[in-house]
C-alpha cells in the first residue's frame, strides 16, 4: 500500500512539473520576446512564428502521440516528450539566430505534444475513481500556476539576467521530473502494442490542422485565409469520415457514436474553451487603452482570474470525488455563462470592481468545469483508448483557444475595419468587445446544454458520477 502511494505521488509531481513548465514556457517566452528580437534583428513575423510554431507543432501531434501511447506506454512516452522538451529549452537558451529559436520551438512543441498527450492518462492510470478528481484537480491547478507566475517571472528574469535564462530555468525542473519518471514510475501494460499505427489518418489530420490553424490566424490579411479555413474544415470532416472505416483508427470515432458522455464531455471542453480563451485578449486592450493602464498594471488584474483557478481547482477536484463530476462541470459551465454576461456589458465608464467581479466568477466558473469535465471525459472510456482521450481532451483546449482568436479577428474585421485602436475608434472597439463577448457568452450557454445533454439518461447520471 505504502509503494502504491509512492507511486501515485511520483506521478503527480512529474505531471504537475510538466504542467507548470508548459504554460509557463509560453507565457515567459512572450515576455521575453522583445528583448529576443532586439538581439536577434528580428521581424515581427519572425517573433511571433516564435510562439505560433510551438503552438502548430504541439496540435498536428497530438492525437498521433495519444495512440502511439495507447499503443507502446504512456510513461514511455511522457519520459520522451519531456526529455525533448527539455533538450530543447537547454538549445534554446544557446540559440544563434531568429530561425534557430523558431526551428527548436517547433522541435519543442513535438516534445510538448508527447507529455500533454499522455499526462492526464497517467493521473487516471495511477488514481482510483474515488480520489481521481481530487488528483485531477492538483495537476490542473499546475497548469494555472504556471500561466499566473509566467508573466511575472520571466519578467524578473530578463529584466536580471537574459532571455536566454528563461529557458535555462526549464532545464533542471524538466531534467528532476525525467529522473523521477525512470526510476519511480513503473511501466503500465499495453494491450494495443501490435495494433499497425493510421499512418494516412495522421498526415490527413495533421494536414488539416496546419491549413486551419494557418487560415485562422491570418484572417485579416486576405480572402486566402478564409479559403484555408474552410479547407482546414472540410479536411477534419474528411478526417472523421475516414477514420471511421478504418480497423486500427488513430481517433475510433465509435467513442463518439456509441458513448453519449465522452461525446457531449469533449464537445462541452471545445465550447467553453472556445468562450473564454479570448477574454483575456479583449480585457488586457480594454484596461490599457480605455482604462489607461500599463501593461503590467493590467497584467496584475488579468491575474485575478489565473490565481483563482488556480487556487479553487483541487477543492474541485475533490467535489468531483463527492459528488456527479458532470453535475459540478455544468454548474461551472453556468457560472462562466454569468461571467462573460457580465462581460459583455462592460462600457467605458464601468468600474474596475466590475471586472474583479468578472474574472472571479471566471475563474471559479473554470475550475469548477475543468478538472470535473476532464474527470467524466477520462472516466467514460476504457483504459485501452486513455492516450487517445487525453490527447482529444487537450486537442479541444487548442481548438477551442483557436476558434476563440478567430471569432476576435471576424468582429474586429466587421466593426473596426482593418483600423488601429486610437481615440477615434473607441467607441468601435467598446462595440467590438461586447459583440465578441456577447458571442462568447452563447457559445458557453450552448456549452451548458452540452454538459446537461450527457445526462438525459438515468444510467448516463450513474456512469458520469
Known amino acids: 500500500m505504502e509503494e502504491e502511494r509512492a507511486f501515485q505521488r511520483a506521478t503527480l509531481f512529474v505531471v504537475c512539473v510538466a504542467h507548470f513548465l508548459m504554460p509557463f514556457m509560453m507565457s515567459a517566452v512572450g515576455i521575453a520576446l522583445p528583448t529576443m528580437g532586439r538581439e536577434f534583428h528580428a521581424t515581427a513575423m519572425q517573433m511571433g512564428l516564435v510562439e505560433t510554431v510551438y503552438v502548430l507543432s504541439a496540435s498536428i501531434f497530438l492525437l498521433s502521440m495519444g495512440r502511439l501511447a495507447d499503443m507502446h506506454g504512456r510513461r514511455r512516452l511522457f519520459q520522451l516528450g519531456i526529455a525533448l522538451f527539455t533538450v530543447m529549452a537547454g538549445f534554446l537558451a ?3 539566430s531568429a530561425e534557430a529559436v523558431i526551428a527548436l520551438r517547433f522541435l519543442q512543441g513535438i516534445g510538448g505534444s508527447m507529455v500533454m498527450a499522455t499526462s492526464m492518462a497517467m493521473v487516471v492510470n495511477a488514481f482510483p475513481a474515488n480520489v481521481r478528481g481530487r488528483a485531477l484537480g492538483i495537476a490542473v491547478s499546475s497548469v494555472y500556476a504556471g500561466i499566473s507566475c509566467g508573466p511575472f517571472i520571466g519578467g524578473v528574469i530578463v529584466s536580471h539576467w537574459s532571455w536566454r535564462a528563461v529557458f535555462l530555468l526549464c532545464v533542471p525542473l524538466g531534467l528532476a521530473a525525467f529522473l523521477l519518471t525512470t526510476f519511480r514510475l513503473r511501466l503500465e501494460k499495453v494491450t494495443s502494442g501490435k495494433e499497425p499505427f493510421d499512418w494516412k489518418g495522421s498526415i490527413i489530420y495533421a494536414t488539416s490542422i496546419l491549413v486551419l490553424i494557418l487560415g485562422a490566424s491570418n484572417l485579416d490579411i486576405g480572402p486566402w485565409a478564409y479559403v484555408s479555413l474552410a479547407i482546414g474544415g472540410i479536411g477534419l470532416v474528411l478526417f472523421v469520415r475516414f477514420e471511421s472505416r478504418q480497423p486500427y483508427p488513430l481517433l475510433p470515432v465509435g467513442l463518439f457514436r456509441g458513448n453519449r458522455i465522452f461525446a457531449f464531455s469533449n464537445l462541452a471542453a471545445l465550447l467553453n474553451y472556445a468562450a473564454t480563451f479570448g477574454v483575456a485578449f479583449f480585457v ?36 468531483a470525488d463527492r459528488y456527479p463530476a458532470a453535475n459540478v462541470a455544468t454548474l461551472g459551465m453556468i457560472l462562466c455563462v454569468a461571467g462573460l454576461a457580465l462581460a459583455a456589458t462592460v462600457g467605458e465608464t464601468t468600474p474596475l470592481w466590475h471586472l474583479y467581479v468578472m474574472l472571479v466568477l471566471l475563474g471559479g466558473g473554470f475550475a469548477l468545469f475543468s478538472s470535473p469535465n476532464t474527470t467524466v471525459i477520462m472516466g467514460s472510456i476504457e483504459p485501452a483508448h486513455l492516450g487517445v482521450a487525453s490527447g482529444l481532451v487537450a486537442s479541444m483546449r487548442t481548438l477551442g483557444m483557436m476558434s476563440s482568436m478567430t471569432i476576435i479577428t471576424v468582429v474586429f474585421s466587421m466593426l473596426l475595419g482593418g483600423h488601429a485602436i486610437t481615440v477615434e475608434t473607441y467607441p468601435a472597439f467598446l462595440r467590438s468587445m ?23 439518461r438515468k444510467e448516463d447520471v450513474q456512469q458520469a458520477a
Open 94 to 96: 544557446f540559440a544563434w
Open 284 to 319: 488586457s486592450l480594454y484596461l490599457q487603452y480605455i482604462k489607461g493602464m500599463t501593461p503590467a498594471q493590467a497584467g496584475t488584474v488579468l491575474m485575478i482570474q489565473s490565481v483563482v483557478q488556480a487556487a479553487l481547482s483541487p477543492f474541485c477536484g475533490r467535489l
Open 434 to 456: 461586447q459583440l465578441g463577448l456577447s458571442i462568447f457568452a452563447g457559445l458557453c450557454c450552448l456549452g451548458v446544454f452540452c454538459s446537461l445533454g450527457r445526462l438525459g
